[in-house]
């Protein structure tokens, strides 16, 4: 979603980098000939990573960039020198990220700690140069490997605010008030409804303690349907331990405070259980106003004894220090909140697809395709006897061979994997 300039969800494709090739060279003196090999292996391509960073807020500066990608390695040298490797690549995300694959919808990871590195995208291995193809038969061997080659992958990143305490009620009742008479935080504030558009953290400081309150924009009725900007904005208070309801108690609106907060209670358990379970206290704002005292009674008779109510004023400050304490001594009795744990770690590598299928083309040649195929050409030097005997136990061990007589293929019939054809023996 983007609403002005704040921007919570994104697809960006990452790419780790390729690995270089191998060298194939051998050694140059004048006057001689070529004498033993001396190719050097290519360089690892870099990975990559995201990192959590605080002083983010939103993905923001996704939409210009959609591309990240990180450097290739260098390709081996002659005179046996390595490939330079490619550099990482860290990008940085604020923190409450959850990135997922796009095609599967997979968690990938959670970046939840201000500096917290993951790696999601590991960069190809370098190719071997031909010297460390050298053995007691081969002194001269003519190949080298080809670097790993990686793919790039679709993600999207999708921001949830971290915070102690959300902030949730009707539009105009005084949260942004609230907010920035108890934090740092600047919000705008302004008598129409609408007035916040977008999440707005600040830090609560109590002597030693403290604990971060959003402020989200108002929510009115069927908002979990969409209506006002209320849907997209619910599921940046998931993350939170417990809610605050404010509620305008003047009922000044033309508005009935008690109605008011059961509408907003049904519209958080319409979108999920989880908002529906979280703690609240209530404060009930706007106590100055004339009209306020006769309503503030009525709802503690109503509510009093489920909840903690607050009157206050949010404007003069009044109340807010017995609302803080509240709020601290409540969270003493919660849990801190958890990162999301993917269910099995996870990142891209260049194999992490060996798969293959087969069809059959027009000719009648049986063509082999898919990853297994990709990693087979990087191995697989042509005209090798060496290379062509792993080329076939690979076939076989795979499951490639089984499958193709499955299909009716026979002795004879032509089979095509990559740059190599061959006629099919059992
Ligand atoms: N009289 C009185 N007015 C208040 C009080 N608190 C807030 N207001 C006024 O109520 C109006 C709305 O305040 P906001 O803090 O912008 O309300 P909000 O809940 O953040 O509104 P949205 O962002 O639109 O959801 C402003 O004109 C505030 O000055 C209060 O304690 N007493
Ligand atoms: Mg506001």
Redesign the pocket.
Known sequence: MATGEFTDKVRITIKAGDGGDGMNSFKAIKGKPACGPDGGDGGKGGDVYFVGDKDMNDLFSFRFTSKYFAEDGEMGGSNQCFGKSGKNLYIKVPLGTLVRDYDTGRLICDVFEDGEQILVARGGNGGKGNVRFTTARRHAPNFSQKGEKVKPHSVVLEMKVIADVGLI??????????LSKISAAK??????????LSPNLGVVRYYEKSFVAA?I??LIEGAAQGAGLGHDFLRHIERTRMLCH?VDI?GCEERDPIEDFQKINAELKEYSEVLAKLPQVIVC?????YGAEENLKAFKKKYGRKYKIYP?????GEGTRELIEGILSKLDELPPLEPIRPEESFEYTANDNLEFSIFRDEDGVYVVEGGLVDMLCRNVVLNNPDSMQYFQKVLRLRGVIKELSKMGCQEGDTVSIGEVEFEFVL
């Open positions: 009620g009707f539009p105009n009742v005084g949260k942004s008030t609230l919000p705008k504030i302004a008598n129409y409804h609408f007035t916040t402020d924009p108002g404010v003047s704002n706007k106590c100055d106003v206050i004023t949010a404007v003069t």
